[in-house]
């Protein structure tokens, strides 16, 4: 059985944007200040596939392997949805709708969309301080680490507020379509997902983000007004803000009252009965997602090439659906023959 591993990120929010504006993203992204072109002239990766700024799913995708997600970016039409995605995606989606109902927002700029975003932050965070414990679909974004400028943005699925201990737990949801445990090296990329989720959370909560940070990375007019339907949203919540500018000040605010998250959690989930296989906790270890991020970020920055599995991890090849065209596996193939290495059959 393929282990499946099902990401909304890019998907859906509490207030959801009726008319999507990344065309207007890419289009600006010739303005940015960011690094956009190496030496000789080549966009790099991060500027190229995902228009100057990453989402944590793509982090979590090139833990399993980097040249896949590479693949992922420049075969069309190799991967399609098929049913048990489809399944997992209704999995969070019921959940999602059994903690808040959706509406849909008509959004006219990109500072509409990230209002959106900001706004269902702040639908979390009042959750939490008028008596609700579970927030789901919860945006999140910044800059992981200071040592490299580069935006990550995410979607977290859950998080857990105990008011008696004042803690915020985080939990992910995972479906499964074996019962099987889920193997290290998919428990490995959920983990830098969780991790990641929490270093971007903590920073907003102990200010370390700032609205010019995400203005400059996602190139925003932070006084430009509010669109119709977004000034309305607010007035309905009682918020007079109508621009980011003073949305974001009262959001982080708010933010900077919430504690760090406490644990980490990742739930996985038989699809075939909803039921819940597993649940594990794991520690968060900043010197660990620190190393792996940095070491990440270096293909975005075109600074190399994708990097494919190691022999230890040749396995994943078999269930890859870039098997027959992945020029790592050939190479890696040719040196183990080369060396007449008896692991030739890994590869
Ligand atoms: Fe990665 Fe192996 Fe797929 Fe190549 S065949 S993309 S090395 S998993």
């Given at each position: 059985n393929k282990e499946i591993d099902f990401d909304d990120e890019d998907d859906d929010l509490l207030?959801?944007?009726?008319?999507?504006c990344e065309a207007d993203i890419t289009k600006n992204s010739?303005?940015?200040?960011l690094p956009l072109a190496l030496g000789d002239g080549q966009i790099i990766p991060l500027q190229k596939f995902r228009h100057g700024y990453l989402w944590v799913s793509d982090l979590s995708s090139q833990s399993w392997c980097e040249q896949q997600m590479f693949y992922k970016f420049?075969?069309?039409?190799?991967?399609e949805e098929n049913p048990a995605m489809a399944k997992g995606t209704d999995l969070h989606l019921a959940r999602e709708l059994a903690a808040h109902d959706v509406v849909q927002v008509q959004v006219t700029s990109n500072e509409d969309i990230w209002a959106i975003k900001v706004l269902n932050l702040l639908t979390a965070i009042n959750a939490f301080q008028f008596g609700q414990t579970i927030a789901r679909e919860v945006p999140i974004f910044g800059v992981?680490?200071?040592?490299e400028d580069i935006f990550v943005v995410g979607l977290i699925d859950e998080l857990r507020f105990d008011p008696e201990n004042y803690t915020i737990d985080l939990s992910e949801l995972k479906t499964r379509t074996s019962r099987m445990n889920p193997s290290k090296a998919i428990t490995k990329q959920h983990k830098i997902q969780v991790m990641l989720y929490k270093r971007l959370f903590d920073n907003i909560v102990k200010g370390n983000l700032s609205k010019n940070t995400i203005a400059k990375h996602l190139r925003l007019d932070l006084n430009k007004q509010f669109g119709d339907q977004i000034v309305k949203h607010l007035e309905e919540k009682a918020i007079i803000n109508k621009n980011l500018n003073d949305l974001m000040d009262h959001v982080f605010e708010k933010m900077q009252s919430l504690t760090c998250i406490n644990q980490l959690h990742v739930e996985y989930v038989y699809?075939?009965?909803?039921?819940?296989l597993s649940h594990v906790t794991h520690p968060y270890d900043e010197g660990e997602i620190k190393t792996l991020y940095l070491d990440y970020l270096k293909f975005w920055k075109g600074e190399r090439s994708p990097i494919g599995v190691d022999i230890e991890e040749a396995w994943k090849c078999q269930r890859c659906d870039f098997e027959s065209i992945c020029e790592w596996r050939t190479k890696k193939s040719e040196e183990c023959a080369q060396r007449n290495i008896q692991m030739n059959h890994l590869y």
């Open positions: 207030l959801k944007s009726v008319n999507e010739t303005k940015s200040q420049t075969v069309p039409g190799v991967i992981p680490f200071k040592e699809q075939d009965t909803s039921e819940t």
